[in-house]
Nanobody, 126 residues
Framework: QVQLMESGGDSVQTGGSLRLSCTVS????????MGWFRQAPGKEREGVAK???????SYADSVKGRFTISQDNAKKTLLLQMNSLMPEDTAMYSC????????????????????WGQGTQVTVSS
C-alpha cells in the first residue's frame, strides 16, 4: 500500500523559510513524477513544483526562484525548500505521485497523480 505523509508545515512571517518533507512508503515504481500541490481556502488546487525520476523539475511561475523541489532516494523522501515566503503562499500543501512517467508533459497534468498525502498547513503572516 502506497502512503505519502507530509510534515514541516508551520506559521511563519513574510520573508521566512520552511522545508516541507514527504515520506513515501510502499512505492515501487521506477518511472514516475512526484510533486507538491497547494490549495488555499476558496481556491482550486494548483501545482507548485514537480520532479520526475530522471530529476527534471518544473515550477509554477509564482514560486520560481523561491522554492526548490528535490528528492532523497535513499530516505524515500520528497522535499520542498520554500524561501522568501509571502502571505499568498498560505495554503494546505500536499505531495503526490504518479504510477508511471510518459514524458515531461506527463508531470504537469494533475489528473495523472494517483497517490496523495493528507497535507500540511503553511501559513504566512504579513
Amino acid at each position: 500500500q502506497v502512503q505519502l505523509m507530509e510534515s514541516g508545515g508551520d506559521s511563519v512571517q513574510t520573508g521566512g523559510s520552511l522545508r516541507l518533507s514527504c515520506t513515501v512508503s510502499g512505492y515501487t515504481y521506477n518511472n514516475y513524477c512526484m510533486g507538491w500541490f497547494r490549495q488555499a481556502p476558496g481556491k482550486e488546487r494548483e501545482g507548485v513544483a514537480k520532479i520526475s525520476n530522471n530529476g527534471r523539475t518544473s515550477y509554477a511561475d509564482s514560486v520560481k526562484g523561491r522554492f526548490t523541489i528535490s528528492q532523497d532516494n535513499a530516505k524515500k523522501t520528497l522535499l520542498l525548500q520554500m524561501n522568501s515566503l509571502m502571505p499568498e503562499d498560505t495554503a494546505m500543501y500536499s505531495c503526490a505521485a504518479t504510477s508511471e512517467y510518459r514524458g515531461y508533459w506527463y508531470c504537469s497534468e494533475q489528473q495523472q497523480y494517483t497517490y496523495w498525502g493528507q497535507g500540511t498547513q503553511v501559513t504566512v503572516s504579513s
